[in-house]
């Protein structure tokens, strides 16, 4: 068996992703409850006590909320970078209220690679407004797969290591006409548009036609927002932007969603 690639969930009400090669079981941040990703890895056929390690990019809730109950049951290592351990255990509380911790703690900085089992991790930093917010690429069985979401936009940093990805999972967070004419208010608006907020259908398109490689057999479009956004319109306009190179025909858009997993990917 190769690298597979499995979105248990995606959106501002919880984001995890589990990457695997034959040997190695790696989740991406634990942001629904520890019973719903446990679920969501059955639906798929796996089990989370066959977890190696989970990581974290950030700590806003949609990231972490199932952390501490998945990782102390089934005894899994956590790997986060050391600010935003500090940021999430300031508001860890158990069910009784009172501050909490994680067993197994392994602390990473964005820029140095490690390894997990057979998987290699380069953590990388990202534009959003968290203590230490990183995106992640994974070596795994040979290929590449990246994920980049939660940042306000794509600097040069992030296009570097973005490049030469077999699965990109990218964010694809807001329609900015929506999110101007929609409920939310002026401050969260600004927020979400801001270089530290979230990355737009429009800004995503921009960073395909301008500096993709095209090399990703799978482009995961990610972290829509329920309000701001339909699966069409962050679907259309993507295959929009991937079109205008003959060359990207190969990618396959495959969009991430909130309420159930994706099918498994296998590389
Ligand atoms: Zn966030
Ligand atoms: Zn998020």
């Given at each position: 068996?190769?690298?597979?690639?499995?979105?248990?969930a995606s959106?501002?009400?919880?984001?995890?992703?589990?990457?695997?090669?034959?040997?190695?079981?790696?989740l991406v941040?634990?942001?629904?409850?520890?019973?719903?990703?446990t679920?969501?890895?059955?639906?798929?056929?796996?089990?989370?006590?066959s977890?190696?390690?989970?990581?974290i990019?950030?700590?806003?809730?949609?990231?972490?909320?199932?952390?501490?109950?998945?990782?102390?049951?089934?005894?899994?290592?956590?790997?986060m970078t050391g600010?935003?351990?500090?940021?999430?255990?300031?508001?860890?509380?158990?069910s009784k209220?009172?501050?909490?911790?994680l067993?197994?703690?392994?602390?990473?900085?964005?820029?140095?690679?490690?390894?997990?089992?057979?998987?290699?991790?380069?953590?990388?930093t990202?534009?959003?407004?968290?203590?230490?917010?990183?995106?992640?690429?994974?070596?795994?069985?040979g290929?590449?797969v990246?994920?980049?979401?939660?940042?306000?936009?794509?600097?040069a940093?992030?296009?570097?290591?973005?490049?030469s990805?077999?699965?990109?999972l990218?964010?694809?967070?807001?329609?900015?006409?929506?999110?101007?004419?929609?409920?939310?208010?002026?401050v969260?608006?600004?927020?979400?548009?801001?270089?530290?907020?979230?990355?737009?259908?429009?800004?995503?398109?921009?960073?395909?036609?301008?500096?993709?490689?095209?090399?990703?057999?799978?482009v995961?479009?990610?972290?829509?927002?329920e309000?701001?956004?339909?699966?069409e319109l962050?679907?259309?306009?993507?295959?929009?932007?991937?079109?205008?190179?003959?060359?990207?025909?190969?990618?396959r858009v495959?969009?991430a969603?909130?309420?159930?997993p994706?099918?498994?990917i296998?590389?």
């Open positions: 068996m190769g690298a597979s690639v499995t979105v248990l959106g501002s009400r919880g984001n995890s992703a589990l990457i695997a090669s034959a040997k190695t079981r790696i941040d634990a942001g629904v409850s520890c019973r719903e990703v679920r969501r890895l059955r639906v798929s056929g796996d089990d989370p006590s977890l190696d390690a989970i990581l990019t950030h700590e806003h809730s949609d990231h972490v909320a199932g952390l501490r109950v998945l990782a102390n049951k089934y005894q899994i290592p956590v790997f600010a935003t351990h500090q940021a999430w255990k300031r508001e860890a509380r158990d209220g009172e501050p909490c911790s067993d197994k703690l392994e602390v990473f900085h964005a820029g140095h690679s490690f390894e997990v089992g057979d998987i290699s991790i380069t953590p990388f990202i534009p959003h407004d968290a203590v230490d917010p990183v995106g992640f690429t994974l070596r795994v069985e290929v590449k990246s994920f980049a979401t939660d940042l306000g936009y794509i600097p940093s992030v296009k570097h290591h973005l490049r990805s077999d699965v990109l990218i964010e694809s967070n807001h329609d900015l006409e929506m999110l101007r004419n929609g409920p939310y208010p002026w969260v608006k600004q927020r979400v548009m801001s270089r530290v907020g979230h990355l737009s259908n429009e800004a995503l398109a921009q960073f395909f036609i301008a500096d993709y490689d095209g090399s990703a057999a799978y995961i479009l990610a972290h829509l927002s309000q701001n956004n339909h699966p962050a679907h259309r306009e993507a295959e929009r932007a991937l079109q205008s190179h003959a060359s990207l025909l190969q990618n495959v969009l969603t909130q309420p159930e994706l099918a498994p296998r590389l």
